[in-house]
């Protein structure tokens, strides 16, 4: 299936988080990811959270997580791959995270060993993300149902007969319900596996794995799945250098004209193709930019609110907590309180 273009989708979800006691809150500890191979997987949904969740690390250098392989066979085929699958289903029972990919057939019969195996999980507590079609495999053991979840769009309709019970919404990138999440096709796997890295260890280890991805973290995961990934035009236009411009600039007061001027376009031609490029405007690009300068801050430092407010771009305290309230569903402090390094 095609593939929707990948967005940020970190943090949207840190009143969630917040909202948590504590003692259910992952530690940001050495977390185990399971990757389920099942027969028929595919490819790219399985080797998504092996690499991002594989090549993260914490800002000492350690790895984040451990990832394992595992299923209910020895091996098992990705298209034309066959691959050795190296743990039982056993090893879920010691995963903080299973993920389940998609597999080419999504109609294809779940075992009633995977089905107990994802069950028994669930109830332990551990927390279980579907990409794109893998939403099937997870609404087979029930546990979607009365849920909303996303897939690939190509498939909504598919899940929606198939699984009755499950509220599908096709027109986002991912839906985080605390311990059950799933995400649209392909590279939004990729937005599911960075907001997860988010939710553990905080925005700047984020940043960190969203650079080792070569993926933008810039929109959230309420967008919607149709925007194609175009940074590079076709007229040899690239959006690239002018969201660089603005990331190196983010503590003058940017405006539409100002950005405009940069990638020598009129305001009106760049605030068509920012839109198509990335599915928002250029200065609701420059906020998120700036908040996400304002996480790493507030994650890193002990600099009060006003002198990260400057340092953001954002002025001033009050203008701060508004636009982060407003994207985060929380305060600076609430936010520091639970992600200071």
């Known amino acids: ?93 010691k995963a903080d995270t299973i993920v389940l990919p998609g597999r080419n057939d999504p109609l294809a019969p779940v075992s009633a060993d995977v089905i107990r195996a994802l069950r028994e999980a669930h109830s332990r507590g551990t927390r279980i993300a579907s990409i794109c079609v893998g939403a099937f495999t997870l609404a087979a053991t029930g546990l979607l149902d009365g849920l909303r979840a996303t897939t690939h769009w190509q498939a909504s309709e598919g899940l929606r007969r198939a699984h009755p019970q499950v509220q599908v919404d096709a027109d ?50 309420g967008q919607a799945q149709y925007i194609e990934n175009r940074l590079e035009r076709n007229d040899g236009w690239s959006l690239a250098p002018t969201l660089a411009w603005i990331e190196a600039n983010l503590d003058r007061q940017l405006t539409l004209a100002e950005i405009a001027r940069h990638a020598l376009l009129s305001p009106r031609t760049l605030s068509r193709r920012f839109r198509d490029e990335t599915g928002i405007t250029p200065i609701e690009y420059v906020i998120r930019a700036r908040i996400g300068v304002a996480q790493s801050l507030l994650e890193t430092t002990g600099h009060s609110v006003d002198h990260i407010a400057r340092a953001s771009g954002f002025g001033t305290a009050a203008n701060l907590r508004g636009k982060f309230a407003a994207a985060l569903g929380t305060t600076p402090a609430a936010y520091r309180k639970v992600f200071r390094n």
């Open 1 to 93: 299936m095609g593939c929707p273009r990948r967005t940020s989708g970190w943090i949207d979800n840190v009143s969630h988080y917040l909202a948590t006691p504590s003692s259910e809150r992952y530690s940001p500890l050495m977390h185990t990811v399971a990757v389920l191979a099942l027969d028929d997987t595919i490819a790219f949904d399985l080797a998504t959270p092996i690499e991002i969740f594989g090549r993260t690390r914490l800002a000492n250098g350690e790895p984040a997580y451990e990832v394992l392989v595992a299923g209910p066979s020895a091996t098992a085929t990705a298209g034309p791959l066959s691959l050795g699958v190296p743990h039982g289903l056993d090893a879920l029972r």
């Open 172 to 221: 986002v990138l991912y839906v985080d319900n605390g311990q059950v999440l799933t995400s649209a096709g392909a590279t939004a796997g990729i937005d599911l596996c960075l907001h997860l890295v988010a939710r553990d260890f905080g925005a700047a280890v984020a940043r960190s794995a969203s650079r080792a991805a070569v993926a933008p973290i810039t929109r959230e995961g």
